[in-house]
Structures are given as C-alpha cells and as structure tokens.
C-alpha cells in the first residue's frame, strides 16, 4: 500500500525558514519523480516542486524558484523541501506524492507564514 507521511511544518514569520520531510513506502521509491504540492485555503492543489528518480534534475514552479530546494535520499526512501525566503502567499498545506504513480495522497504537513 503506498503511503506518504509527511512532516516539518509549522508558523513561521515571513522570510523565515522550513525543512519538510517526506516518507514514503510501498513503492519502487527510487524509480519515480517525486514532487511536492502545496493547496492554500479555497484553492487547487499546485505543483510547487519535482527531483528525478537519480536525483539529477529538479523543476520549480516559477513562485518558489530561487527560494525552496527539492532534495531525496533514495537509501530512505525521503524527499525533503528546503523553503526560505517564506511569504505569506506560501501558507498551505504541503503534500508529497510519486507524480506519476496513481493513489491516495497523505495527510500533508501545515505550513502557515504570517507575522
């Protein structure tokens, strides 16, 4: 059974700094690009972040690039979100999933920037 268990959030002031962490298990981990989403209050759920299987490309969504860094450790099956500079606009729920493997999502990890 897939599972993603996801951690590290919290409230931060702006321009403050998060590290998320991701564990998944059920799957091939090693095999699939992995991302990370985000969903704020009212709205869809965005691709904010993506690595490759071999950890040698990663792609950012326009708003976070220069400010979040995407990082895996096949050996423990984690993908990590490295987040600074945060703004108000960042606060949401962050999840982590395989982009291309069907399946639930897990319960992801709250993130709230605000003074």
């Known amino acids: 059974q897939v599972q993603y268990v996801e951690s590290g959030g919290g409230l931060v002031q702006p321009g403050g700094s998060l590290r998320l962490s991701c564990a998944a298990s059920?799957?091939?981990?090693?095999?699939?690009?992995m991302g990370w989403y985000r969903q704020a209050p009212g709205q869809v759920r965005e691709l904010v972040a993506t690595?490759?299987?071999?950890?040698?490309?990663?792609n950012y969504a326009d708003s976070v690039k220069g400010r979040f860094t995407i990082s895996r450790d096949n050996a423990k099956n984690t993908v990590y979100l490295e987040m600074n500079s945060l703004k108000p606009e960042d606060t949401g729920v962050y999840y982590c999933k395989a982009t291309n493997l069907p399946g639930s999502w897990g319960q992801g990890t709250q993130v709230t920037v605000s003074s």
């Open positions: 690595m490759t299987a071999s950890a040698a490309v990663a």
């Open positions: 059920g799957f091939s981990f090693s095999r699939y690009i």
